[in-house]
């Protein structure tokens, strides 16, 4: 009776400590930064990653009915160029190989201002759902950066003059409520650069050039 | 001490067996919560249902973006079985190929370096000692000054429409939530890091940001780094194709 009443004592602390090496491997392994961010916090994470899930369905979706085009004129042996030619429309705009237009804003910004703070300013409009950007003439794409101190930009090698323009296409309303919210990038900058101005304007009509960047890799070999 | 250590032998062996089974016990007790623990220690029982919800969204997230490579290798099969004129659709394949690889859609692999930015050993409470999103966006922008030609963060490549945002201390790229430690990968030219690291803003970068406040910046240079695909979104809303510039094909 003793000897059983030992074994269960034992298998029961075998359990628990089975169950918490467990718990303890699962946690450290799955979230290692999750747990450590405060309940508001997590919510606006859930939020950002559940609008991000929505915007990877309707890209889901948009995908299978080109397969199910392309798959459907190809048994009836028609050709799909109309389709190729679309996707390639699509790719090649996005890529920031052809020039855009679409609704947007224009951001003119006046005085001192580092580089920092332009790149500042541009990821709070990729942020916002920007398409398209372009500081000037310049096409904003991966690998452009606005470098330099105060007095001395330059972006893709051009020197940026003291009062420029930054061009963006997305929803001018969503674009223009980002930037310029009480506490928002604007509103930081300003702070930062005394005697900075930075006016947003919301247009029907944004015009945005291709890059002239290379953007073909020269040292990486693509897995196609 | 021989007293003591008598008393001891003279125990049941299945005691000793559950001493040595409760030590380890408690000790696993206090490391889970440890585990708990910071950057900042809040109360779990609001935020294991929130945990529980953010795991199981990213781990929609991870077959979704899994679902979008799939679709586009099978789309890039069917274009290639394409039944028109064979020099158009060759001409078109080429430049779809192009474009995909310009944009970022295709996984690429070459010489480069690892990043891995951590927080301080010891982090205080001060925001400072803590990697930020801003940190992030100064070390890629750096790679690519120095003439870096690919570059990812964690497992999101950066792409023309990437943003790395700070949502209190947890930090987003493609909308996508960061698990810390943060893994900056470029591919480049062979001279890469010395370009990067006898450059001015690189070197000012380390000086006022990583040293002061004891972030933890280590890399790998290697022959071969990948460079992931962007399994994101490429489809516009807003912007279309100028149809003033030169048409397509």
């Known amino acids: 009776m003793i000897r059983s009443r030992r074994r269960w004592a034992i298998t029961l602390v075998a359990a628990i400590l089975g169950v918490l090496v467990v718990a303890q491997l699962r946690s450290q392994a799955a979230n290692p930064g999750l747990s450590n961010l405060s309940?508001?916090?997590?919510?606006?994470?859930?939020?950002?990653?559940?609008?991000?899930?929505?915007?990877?369905?309707?890209?889901?979706?948009?995908?299978?009915?080109?397969?199910?085009?392309?798959?459907?004129?190809?048994?009836?042996?028609?050709?799909?160029?109309?389709?190729?030619?679309?996707?390639?429309?699509?790719?090649?705009?996005?890529?920031?190989?052809?020039?855009?237009?679409?609704?947007?804003?224009?951001?003119?910004?006046?005085?001192?201002?580092?580089?920092?703070?332009?790149?500042?300013?541009?990821n709070e409009l990729r942020n916002a759902g920007a398409e398209a950007v372009a500081v000037e003439a310049v096409r904003v794409v991966a690998g452009s950066v606005v470098y330099g101190l105060p007095g001395g930009l330059s972006v893709e090698n051009t020197a940026l003059p003291d009062g420029f323009e930054i061009r963006a296409i997305g929803s001018s309303q969503i674009l223009t409520g980002t930037l310029t919210r009480a506490g928002g990038v604007i509103a930081q900058l300003g702070a930062t650069y005394e005697g900075l101005t930075i006016s947003v304007t919301p247009l029907d009509v944004v015009s945005i050039p291709a890059t002239e960047r290379n953007l073909v890799p020269g040292h990486g070999t693509p897995s196609l | 001490?021989?007293?003591?250590?008598?008393?001891?032998?003279?125990?049941?062996?299945?005691?000793?067996?559950?001493?040595?089974?409760?030590?380890?016990?408690?000790?696993?007790?206090?490391?889970?919560?440890?585990?708990?623990?910071?950057?900042?220690?809040?109360?779990?029982?609001?935020?294991?249902?929130?945990?529980?919800?953010?795991?199981?969204?990213?781990?929609?997230?991870?077959?979704?973006?899994?679902?979008?490579?799939?679709?586009?290798?099978?789309?890039?099969?069917?274009?290639?079985?394409?039944?028109?004129?064979?020099?158009?659709?060759?001409?078109i394949n080429a430049a779809l190929e192009h474009a995909r690889i310009a944009g970022g859609l295709v996984q690429l692999t070459g010489p480069g370096i690892i990043f891995r930015l951590e927080d301080a050993d010891n982090p205080g409470p001060e925001r400072d000692s803590l990697v930020t999103a801003r940190d992030i966006r100064t070390l890629v922008q750096e790679l690519w000054l120095a003439g870096a030609e690919a570059a990812s963060i964690n497992s999101e490549r950066v792409t023309t429409g990437t943003a790395v945002l700070d949502i209190g201390n947890a930090i987003l790229a493609n909308s996508a939530y960061l698990a810390p430690p943060y893994e900056v990968r470029a591919i480049g030219p062979d001279d890469l890091y010395e370009r990067l690291t006898t450059s001015a803003s690189f070197i000012e970068f380390v000086r006022s940001r990583i040293e002061p406040y004891g972030l933890r910046l280590s890399f790998s240079e290697l022959d071969a780094v990948t460079v992931p695909a962007y399994a994101g979104t490429i489809r516009s809303r807003y912007g279309r194709p100028d149809p003033s510039a030169e048409p397509v094909r």
């Open chain 1, 39 to 122: 309940a508001q916090e997590l919510t606006l994470v859930i939020a950002n990653v559940n609008t991000r899930n929505e915007s990877l369905r309707a890209e889901v979706a948009d995908l299978e009915r080109t397969v199910a085009s392309l798959t459907d004129a190809h048994d009836r042996g028609e050709s799909a160029l109309d389709e190729l030619r679309s996707d390639l429309a699509a790719l090649e705009a996005w890529a920031g190989l052809t020039p855009v237009v679409g609704p947007g804003v224009s951001i003119r910004v006046t005085g001192e201002i580092g580089g920092e703070g332009v790149e500042d300013l541009l």
């Open chain 2, 1 to 91: 001490m021989t007293a003591v250590l008598a008393r001891i032998r003279a125990l049941p062996s299945w005691q000793v067996t559950l001493t040595g089974a409760l030590f380890v016990l408690g000790f696993l007790i206090a490391a889970q919560l440890a585990a708990e623990g910071p950057r900042i220690r809040y109360t779990s029982q609001e935020r294991a249902p929130l945990i529980e919800t953010a795991l199981g969204l990213q781990e929609q997230q991870d077959a979704l973006q899994t679902r979008i490579l799939e679709l586009r290798a099978q789309i890039v099969e069917l274009e290639g079985e394409e039944p028109g004129s064979e020099a158009l659709v060759r001409q």
